[in-house]
């Protein structure tokens, strides 16, 4: 059951990280989340500043994808 529980956790997690248009409505005043700085930047065209954040999600995004995929394919094997 745990382990469903934290396939859950982890799908959500992932697609949080990337809404950028939920973040951009709901964000408090003052306050840049990774995705608003990296759309800020983009926005701007200053692309050199922009990759370093952007792949910071991309990486960040992975594990768990990464994770869970470790965990299908275990949960196959049984």
């Known amino acids: 059951?745990?382990?469903?529980?934290?396939?859950?956790i982890m799908l959500?997690?992932?697609?949080?990280?990337?809404?950028?248009?939920?973040?951009?409505?709901?964000?408090?005043?003052?306050?840049d989340t990774l995705a608003i700085r990296v759309y800020q930047y983009?926005?701007?065209e200053r692309l050199s500043e922009a990759a370093a954040p952007a792949l910071?999600?991309?990486?960040?995004?992975?594990i768990p994808v990464i994770f869970l995929s470790w965990q299908i394919t275990?949960?196959?094997r049984r």
């Open 74 to 76: 275990q949960s196959r």
């Open 12 to 31: 959500v997690f992932v697609d949080v990280m990337k809404e950028l248009p939920a973040t951009l409505v709901i964000r408090p005043f003052n306050f």
């Open 42 to 44: 983009a926005s701007d």
């Open 1 to 8: 059951m745990t382990g469903g529980i934290l396939t859950g």
């Open 56 to 62: 910071a999600i991309v990486l960040v995004g992975m």
